[in-house]
């Protein structure tokens, strides 16, 4: 199958192919002056043109100008398009002088003029070049963030029903209310406190906020809410263990993606034991990096993120949200645990 040629290519060879045809046109239709080979000329002119645009390119792409502040993409665009104009001038003049291609008439000016000349007249073309080349990106960059923000918020609303079905589960709420109703004779505060938790859990659930991210502190509350329940399932056979640093609480994370790792861990893990398990839950900065870790009984075995919608669904929005910056691994720490880990930027704090 022929390999599709880029359009950053296709918009390379259009763009000089329409120089030659300007040029020579005016060349043919309004010159007065003969010139000694001028297609040779012209060629070498926009073959120089070609090569020094995509060195251009080379460096724009490998400082990564773009992602600068729009000041400073400002300065760098002059300076690199003043820079590059001298270099098409000393080339084009340079080669010109070697091969004797051009017969000048009129009075002799020295080579620093003719190079001053010239860079000046490849500075409005490189002009031209880099600023349809940052139009362009940053047309594509925008429609690029407004896809990922559909994407993403198609991926939330889909995590939301997924989540509302399994909390409304009715076997999840005759769990919940059996082990409530066992307790209301002899530990009436208690069933109060659960009846409040479980209410807590479902109005969480069917909130269909819009925030993109919520406070880990926010989140940690429903979690807390929905381990207090399962403990009154497992009741010795889960050991809950949290690790949490204070200053991370108000680090912001994404809604319900804690709560979708701990219901995983219980799931996939604690559940599938005899004797049941410990899910831990550790939040931490390191390497200037926040670190939410929730490790659980249990093995992967066949359970995988492939085959799994929580942890699918954790990856995407994280991949979403952070572009790259973000991470998300899933392993077996030994024989007896998994560990689930999302590493995110710090986000500063006003």
Known sequence: MKKKISTYWVCQLGGWGTNIAISSFYYFNLSVRKIDHFFLLVTINVLLGIFFTHIMRMVIKGFRFLEKPINKQVLYFILVTIAFAILYACADIGLEKTFNLREHTELKISLLNEITRSALNNFFVLFIWNLLYYIFHYVERTRKQEFDTLKLQSLVKELELKTIKSHINPHFIFNALNSIRALVDENPSRARTAITELSNILRSSMQTEKLETVPLEREL???????????????????????????????????????????????????????????????????????????????????????????????????LLYQGKASFAIKNMNNEMVESRITMPVAPLH
């Not at 996939?268 to 899910?279: A, L, M, R, Y």
């Open 221 to 319: 509350n429903i979690v807390r809410d929905y381990l207090a329940l399962e403990k009154m399932r497992f009741e010795e056979r889960l050991s809950i263990e949290m690790d949490i640093n204070q200053n991370t609480l108000q680090q912001p994370i994404p809604p319900m993606m804690l709560q979708t790792l701990v219901e995983n861990a219980i799931k996939h893990g604690v559940s599938k034991k005899v004797n049941g398990g410990t899910i831990r839950i550790i939040s931490d900065f390191v390497n200037n990096r926040h670190e939410l870790v929730v490790q659980n009984s249990g093995q992967l075995g066949d359970f995988s993120k492939e085959n799994g919608f929580g942890l699918r669904s954790t990856e995407d929005r994280l991949n």
